[in-house]
């Protein structure tokens, strides 16, 4: 069984940059991707970025070139930094595991991005 648990969130003002950082407790076996998602109220879960076991990445349109996915070699803490952030990027955060068939999920962290 694997936790876990997103930090890094808060309120920032528009430009201003966060990094999310999602910390994983338990056997971290058969990865083959992790990801960051993101809802906002009244909007259905929408990745945001992946990455691969063999670190390739992959973003929203709405993101690249300006937030970053990235983990260590023991693929543990990922981390998603957030530059030039705007209004539209304020949502709950979740990370996600993928671990052999199963997708395991934190509890979501807060991003708000004022005007």
Known sequence: QVQLVESGGGLVQAGGSL??????????FKLSAMA????????????????????????????????????????????????????EDTADYYCQYRLGDRNYWGQGTQVTVSS
């Open 19 to 28: 990094r999310l950082s999602c910390a994983a407790s338990g056997v971290i």
């Open 36 to 87: 960051w998602y993101r809802q906002a109220p009244g909007e259905q879960r929408k990745l945001v970025a992946w990455i691969g076991s063999t670190n390739t990445t992959v973003y929203a349109d709405s993101v690249k070139g300006r937030f970053t996915i990235s983990s260590t070699n023991a693929k543990n803490p990922l981390y998603l930094q957030m530059n030039s952030l705007k209004p």
